[in-house]
């Protein structure tokens, strides 16, 4: 296996280990009532230091935060420092202990939290408007290109995507009895070695690896079949949300300032990852690129065209909560989602908006 694969592996085994005690303290803080005033503000801000949870190793899928901090967005914004702290992690463990303010995400993983721990904890915004989730296999193989083409098929899925893929199935009118479930670790080996006919894989990153090899492939990407959850999500507390609302607007301000320039120049946050916030990862330079160029694709929609990067339209949310049920997550949009703080960045500052030029 290699060592990225390796660490993916690392990254899903403590997906949600240690949830549920996280939980339970964040819930024994949580502000019962918002704040009539917030601390946070002032006419020249100074919101000191801020921990980051990423969601994953220091590759090229946190170009727009390392942008965001070379070119001093951050700064900008009112932060002395912004600390960002690698994973594997889904940052519900981190914000309930209060080692980080802000944690990139999933909506599973918070949804989850949620529901079934009652984390008082809250999606801001959204990195992805589309989920990197798919079927990948290869042309030459099973070549899955429709939910139907899983019929009789060996599909290699990881525990931690388990549930998620019977939502696939649920979502697409297909019982689990009609094909083949084979538990398999992240590394694609499996499906290369005609173990599986397909392999629940990463559109940025098993995907990619496989094509730079030479090797056809076709996907399945959850988001177009069925499951068009949102993914790399920022998430707060509801006491920080409510009691720091400023500092929350001054960071989603600086991020999608840095995510803007992300989109405008792919090789700028691949640099940066392989250069010095991933430097220590001996990441391949082709690779970074073409992850920095696909991820891209997953963090523009018809949506933030139109009002911003970051948001998330009732219609998506609605979407996400509905994949969610799928996976046997249920809530309501409201429970899960605070899109307020966003609609005020751009409300005072329109020209946030306009990212395509």
Partial sequence: ???????????????????????AALVGCSSSSASSS????????????????????KNEEFAGEYIADSKG?????????VNLVPGPSTGVAELASGTATVALSDSVSVGAA??????????IGATFQKNPFTILSLKSGGNISTPA??????????DSNASLFKALLSANGIDPSELTIVPVQYDPAPLVNGEVDG????????????EMKGIATTNLPFAENGLPFVAETVAATDDTIANKREMLKAFLKAEIRGWKDALADPQEGADLAMSTYGADLGLDPAKTLAGSKAQNELVVSDETVANGLFTISDKLQSMTIESLAGAGITLKASDLFDLSLL???????PSLVAYAG
Avoid at 46 to 53: E, F, I, K, P
Avoid at 114 to 123: H, L, Q, R, T, Y
């Fill in 38 to 57: 917030d601390p946070s503000a002032s006419a020249a801000a100074d919101y000191g230091d801020l921990t980051v949870q990423l969601s994953w190793i």
């Fill in 149 to 158: 083409d899983l019929k009789g098929k060996k599909i290699g899925v990881q």
């Fill in 73 to 81: 967005y951050y700064k900008e914004a009112g932060f002395s420092s």
């Fill in 199 to 210: 392999f629940v894989a990463y559109l940025t990153n098993e995907a990619i690896t496989l």
């Fill in 114 to 123: 949620v529901a079934n721990e009652g984390a008082p904890v809250k999606i």
């Fill in 1 to 23: 296996m290699s060592i990225l694969s390796s660490r993916r592996a690392r990254r899903a085994a403590a997906a949600l280990a240690g949830t549920a005690l996280a939980v």
């Fill in 343 to 349: 609609s005020e960045v751009y409300a005072e500052d």
